[in-house]
């Protein structure tokens, strides 16, 4: 029987992305959110359920990434006397591709190694309270919002723009002379090339960032357990230990499955937008819509992907890191709640029990001393008391307090204010030297 069970579980945990035979277990909520995300890789052209469907995953990732941007640069021809209204423009179609190749490889990744309810953590949701549930719910039906309110603005921007381009380029193929619409088709190519490499990656944002939402909403769970304890009752050290333990383990492999992509993301980013800024304030040509309008749509979209993502992880790690000064205070509030009660039992013993009154003053200053991180011997006190069994699991959450991290840098405010003294002194050098070359 045992020996059956494995290899049920084995059959679970290996299933495809989009063909998990354990989701018809949970609420038609996230059910429906889980139907809508397949839907969606199915719309991507990202189903890798099958030989067949990766195979055209990967014929389609080809043509929209990489052969139409690259028709579209060598095959589109402007008029001499408009010879820099796409002098800016093939600047976009690098990063733009680069990012959508990082994108499309992290979601590679996860096709292999994880099924769609793995990827979310939904397979241990079950544990969490109602308050976790619902509100995990919210975020996976807020998730298509996101990717809504970037993409949706920005492909506006970007119809106009490409009208407007086409309409002032000629498209023409060496060696063929057949009369093919040409500007037409490369129109609508590269439209679906620049919907398609956006899609990838605000997909990959939008997972991380519905991944941290989940994580603060455990952390908020925790928090309401710490503090629901200070009114009730005491409870047990090791449960809450275990729940941290729990949610460690998942910012842990959260931080593994996404830091490739972020610091891919970071670079690409990075060079991109100070190499792009380097070449339009050295040119002297003209600034409009038309040659600098995909470069500016672009920096739009990647800048609101990555921040997503950059937000996401800073408040995760932020609340994980104010765990510990909540602890510290439920701590405070058992001991003192605990001594009162000392206190007030020793007020009713008899007046020839005055000496032991002076063991539980040292043995008080003790404790203060062990709060502290001074390890005091103290004879009189039980190795397993409540007191030490909190402080042990203060002392951990001390010693474990990271949320999303980088190679084993936390991803947190001051990582943030490093990267934007970093980016501040970049753009600093580019205007120094653009001031020095004009």
Not at 101 to 119: D, P
Not at 190 to 208: D, E, H, N, P
Not at 312 to 339: D, E, K, P
Not at 385 to 405: C, D, K, W
Request: neutral net charge.
């Amino acid at each position: 029987m045992d020996s059956i069970i494995d290899v049920e579980h084995n059959k679970t945990r290996h299933a495809p992305l989009l063909q998990d035979p354990t989701c018809t277990s949970y609420k038609p909520s996230l059910f429906n959110d889980l139907c809508k995300f397949r839907i969606s890789l199915r719309w991507c052209a990202l189903d890798h359920s099958s030989w067949p469907t990766k195979a055209v995953s990967y014929l389609i990732f080809l043509l929209l990434t990489v052969l139409v941007p690259l028709f579209c640069a060598l095959f589109a021809h402007v008029p001499p006397t408009t010879a820099s209204s796409i002098a800016f423009d093939n600047l976009a179609q690098l990063p733009e591709s680069a990012l959508a190749v990082i994108a499309f490889f992290t979601l590679s990744c996860f096709f292999h190694r994880y099924s769609l309810r793995q990827l979310l953590f939904l397979d241990g949701l079950h544990d969490d309270s109602q308050f976790v549930r619902c509100g995990y719910a919210r975020e996976l039906d807020r998730a298509f919002r996101y990717i809504a309110y970037i993409l949706l603005p920005s492909f506006a921007v970007e119809l106009a723009h490409k009208i407007l381009f086409f309409s002032m380029v000629t498209v023409s193929v060496p060696y063929v002379t057949l009369h093919v619409p040409w500007n037409s088709i490369m129109f609508v190519a590269a439209l679906a090339s620049w919907v398609y490499r956006t899609g990838v990656f605000l997909l990959v944002c939008v997972l991380f960032r519905v991944t941290c939402e989940l994580q603060i909403l455990r952390i908020e769970g925790f928090r309401k357990m710490l503090e629901g304890s200070g009114s009730g009752s005491e409870p047990d050290p090791s449960v809450i230990f275990e729940e941290h333990m729990r949610i460690k383990k998942q910012l842990l492999a959260t931080s593994h499955r996404y830091r490739i992509f972020i610091i891919g993301c970071f670079v690409i980013i990075t060079v991109s937008q100070f190499g792009a800024l380097l070449l339009v304030l050295a040119s002297k040509s003209e600034k409009n819509f038309i040659n600098s309008g995909d470069l500016v749509v672009w920096s739009a979209v990647q800048l609101s992907g990555f921040l997503m993502c950059l937000m996401g992880a800073t408040r995760i790690t932020h609340r994980a890191q104010g765990v510990v000064a909540l602890a510290t205070r439920w701590h405070l509030n058992m001991t003192c709640a605990s001594r009162s009660d000392g206190a007030h039992q020793v007020k009713l013993q008899h007046p020839t029990v005055a000496a032991a009154k002076t063991d539980a003053g040292n043995c008080a200053i003790d404790d203060d001393l062990e709060s502290a991180g001074i390890p005091v011997p103290c004879p009189t006190q039980d190795l397993t008391s409540p007191f030490e069994r909190r402080q042990a699991l203060v002392m951990y959450l001390q010693h474990n307090n990271g949320g999303i991290t980088l190679f084993g840098f936390a991803l947190d405010r001051g990582l943030l204010h490093t990267i934007f003294a970093f980016e501040f002194s970049l753009v600093l050098w580019i205007l120094s030297k653009v001031v020095v070359l004009s």
